[in-house]
Nanobody, 115 residues
Framework: QVQLVESGGGLVQAGGSLRLSCVPS????????MGWHRQAPGKQREFVAR???????NYADSVKGRFTISRDNAKNTMYLQMNSLKPEDTAVYYC?????????WGQGTQVTVSS
C-alpha cells in the first residue's frame, strides 16, 4: 500500500485560503489517481477532488471554482489549493491514492473555517 503524508490544515476565517499537501511514499506516476476526500462529524466521507496520471482533474460541485488540485512532479507532491473557504468546508481532509485495485488513505488533516 502507498503511504501518504498530509499537511497544511488549520484554522482560517471564511473567505480565506489554505493549501493542503500530500506526499506519497512512491512516485506519483506509479499511482493511477490521487485526490482528496473530506469527512465532517456525523457524515460519511465525501469526494472533493482528484487528479490522474495524465493530469485530468475532477471536482465535487460544492468546491468547483474554489478549489484547485495540482501536482508538482519534482517534489512528488499533490496539492489542494482551497480559496474562498466557507464554514461548510470544515472537515477532516484525507489524501487518497489509487494504485491498481489498492485504495490508500492518509491520516487526515483538520480544516476549520470560522464564520
Amino acid at each position: 500500500q502507498v503511504q501518504l503524508v498530509e499537511s497544511g490544515g488549520g484554522l482560517v476565517q471564511a473567505g480565506g485560503s489554505l493549501r493542503l499537501s500530500c506526499v506519497p511514499s512512491g512516485s506519483m506516476f506509479a499511482i493511477s489517481a490521487m485526490g482528496w476526500h473530506r469527512q465532517a462529524p456525523g457524515k460519511q466521507r465525501e469526494f472533493v477532488a482528484r487528479i490522474d496520471r495524465a493530469g485530468s482533474t475532477n471536482y465535487a460541485d460544492s468546491v468547483k471554482g474554489r478549489f484547485t488540485i495540482s501536482r508538482d512532479n519534482a517534489k512528488n507532491t499533490m496539492y489542494l489549493q482551497m480559496n474562498s473557504l466557507k464554514p461548510e468546508d470544515t472537515a477532516v481532509y484525507y489524501c487518497n491514492a489509487v494504485n491498481g485495485i489498492t485504495n490508500s488513505w492518509g491520516q487526515g488533516t483538520q480544516v476549520t473555517v470560522s464564520s
